[in-house]
């Protein structure tokens, strides 16, 4: 993931009685919006706070900040912003291409935040993504999160089965050596922003990042 495609994982503290008004309004901005240096691919709506997640793929990071000051801070009923900045991970560009069915519901998805002890970031990197094939449970991403406030990874995960998902963290993620701790947000509702071009040129740049990856191994 080049310096100018970067994944902005951007969480918006929504005030306690606005919910609907403040999603109503973060929405409508986000379809609004059309400059060119970001590009705004999803909202999920997170079980455990009742606040926003905004997606995107940021294409000049000097323009971010205007992003967040103009679209989403400046929307009735959001009283804060933080955002997770990732320039690179690996993506399974089969389950990437998934996203549009767990936007209709037809998927269980759920956030991982990952710690891990310092020291161990490539090799507990690379054991997770190589964690046998599970019957139920399907990693989505893996993005290396330094730059951000509470995790050292992010990992989304899809499922036929919900409660599949609990399981899997606790039997197989949370055993991998170098690991340190997880958080789970559990996500309730999606509303895709993306185009199904601008979806394809996501699994473009992640299958470009997958291959510097592969080369560099």
């Known amino acids: 993931m080049s310096p100018n495609n970067t994944i902005a994982i ?5 005030r306690s009685g606005q919910d609907e008004l403040a999603r109503e309004e973060v929405l409508a901005r986000l379809h609004a919006f059309s400059g060119p240096c970001v590009t705004p691919l999803w909202v999920n709506w997170l079980r455990s706070r009742a606040d926003l997640r905004v997606v995107c793929m940021v294409h000049d990071l000097t323009r971010l900040d205007d992003f967040l000051i103009d679209v989403l801070r400046d929307a009735k009923g959001v ?6 900045l990732s320039f690179g991970g690996r993506a399974d560009i089969n389950r990437l291409m998934e996203i549009p069915l767990a936007a209709k519901g037809k998927l269980h998805a759920a956030t991982v935040r990952i710690k891990l002890t310092p020291g161990y970031d490539h090799d507990a990197f690379d054991r997770i993504w190589a964690l046998p094939r599970h019957p139920a449970v399907n990693p989505v991403w893996l993005l290396r999160t330094y730059h951000g406030y509470d995790a050292d990874l992010n990992m989304l995960l899809f499922s036929n089965d919900y409660p599949a998902i609990n399981g899997y963290i606790t039997s197989w993620l949370r055993p991998v050596a170098g690991l340190m701790d997880t958080q789970v947000c559990d996500v309730i509702d999606w509303h895709l922003l993306a185009t199904p071009e601008q979806m394809i040129q996501l699994a473009e740049r992640f299958f470009e990042f997958n291959q510097e990856e592969l080369n560099s191994d």
């Not at 951007?10 to 929504?14: Q, S």
């Not at 009283?79 to 997770?84: S, Y």
């Open 10 to 14: 951007i969480d918006a503290d929504i």
């Open 79 to 84: 009283i804060g912003t933080r955002a997770v």
